[in-house]
């Protein structure tokens, strides 16, 4: 019998040439598997075939944070380099932030990151994270955009580009807050969308904020003892309406990403979608139900992973684990530049 709650359980060997180093040249060329689950049917597909999949008066979630260049470089007084990683705003000129290396940063320490900006080291936390004291001579994003970096996933093994600072970044981007981009929206053009709307699908925004967690991998041996890093959402009055009429009138809600149907069943209260901004902790897995989700767009995750874990109690495990195993074998490309899925 499988253990549901053995982190063992979803693991899987990959082989590194699989992992997309780079975005294809076209956002929705890349290649879609479509999911049925009430059938276990498995087809493939290019991506821009989803606007056949979609009907018309489906509602299309799509999260529109907007990925920021979070990942500094500067140096200590004794001109060493340091990385810090900008992990979200606490006040005035401070945030919270992911310094490397940082054990033996001694606390009111200064970094110089450019003739611009310096900073000053607060006293680590519970979980190792710094608080960083900005001084700015010019406009504070003027110069987080002039020279922070794109924060490229670990698995991408090269040096960010100016190109990233574009392809790594969804077309409907607005709200300025993520770390990582809710990748499955990559493979949406504008063209794409329009396409959508053109067939009366619904498109409704929500946000998350992608935070560290999503680098960070599941440690303990039961996935019901991991503790979720906590992300900010919001939805606004307008979509949860939406949705909610939509819900109503049985048409499918389709989220696209895991962080879309983390936020929709974040918000889930009372027998409807509620309206607000909050900090989600919210973890599903298998055994957990969805209360919101009809159907939804994802990528493909690393092995035991939360993401993996969600799909995995969506799909339902065996047919994600066939899924995975067809993946493989047919080379999608995986990660945050590669391939998707459709899963209904």
């Known amino acids: 019998m499988i253990d549901f709650d053995d982190i063992n359980t979803y693991d899987y060997a990959l082989d590194e040439s699989l992992i997309a180093q780079f975005p294809l040249p076209e956002r929705t060329s890349s290649r879609l598997m479509r999911i049925v689950r009430n059938t276990g049917t498995i087809s493939h597909h290019v991506f821009s075939d989803i606007v056949e999949m979609i009907g018309p008066d489906d509602v299309l979630v799509v999260n529109s944070s907007k990925v920021f260049p979070a990942r500094l470089y500067g140096f200590k007084e004794n001109g060493s380099r340091i990385e810090v990683f900008l992990l979200h705003h606490l006040e005035a000129d401070t945030w919270k932030c992911m310094v490397h290396p940082?054990?033996?940063?001694?606390?009111?320490?200064?970094?110089?990151?450019?003739?611009?900006?310096?900073?000053?080291?607060?006293?680590?936390?519970?979980?190792?994270?710094?608080?960083?004291?900005?001084?700015c001579l010019t406009d504070f994003w003027e110069e987080i955009y002039s020279i922070g970096h794109i924060p490229l996933p670990p698995y991408i093994?090269?040096?960010?580009?100016?190109?990233?600072c574009q392809t790594y970044q969804t077309v409907y981007a607005s709200e300025r807050g993520s770390v990582a981009a809710p990748t499955a929206g990559l493979h949406f053009s504008l063209d794409l969308m329009d396409k959508l709307r053109a067939k009366d699908v619904k498109i409704a925004e929500v946000v998350l904020h992608v935070g560290i967690g999503t680098f960070r991998p599941v440690k303990t041996e039961k996935i019901s003892d991991h503790i979720m890093h906590s992300e900010h959402c919001s939805i606004s009055v307008e979509t949860a309406s939406l949705i909610n009429t939509a819900k109503a009138a049985r048409n499918r809600i389709i989220a696209v990403g895991t962080t879309s149907v983390r936020t929709l069943e974040s918000f889930f209260e009372e027998g409807q979608?509620?309206?607000?901004?909050?900090?989600?902790?919210?973890?599903?897995?298998?055994?957990?139900s969805f209360q919101v989700v009809d159907a939804m767009v994802t990528n493909y995750h690393l092995p035991k992973s939360t993401l993996l874990m969600l799909v995995s109690?969506?799909?339902?495990?065996?047919?994600?684990?066939?899924a995975y195993e067809i993946a493989i074998q047919e080379r999608y490309r995986f990660f945050s530049y590669g391939d998707a899925m459709f899963i209904e």
Do not use: H
Not at 273 to 288: H, R
Not at 313 to 322: H, K, V
């Open 102 to 135: 940082g054990k033996r940063l001694k606390k009111e320490q200064s970094l110089k990151f450019s003739d611009n900006l310096c900073g000053w080291i607060g006293g680590p936390d519970e979980e190792g994270f710094r608080n960083v004291t900005f001084t």
């Open 313 to 322: 109690a969506f799909a339902g495990y065996d047919l994600m684990r066939s």
């Open 157 to 164: 093994d090269r040096p960010d580009t100016q190109k990233d």
């Open 273 to 288: 979608l509620q309206s607000g901004s909050k900090w989600t902790d919210i973890f599903i897995y298998p055994g957990k």
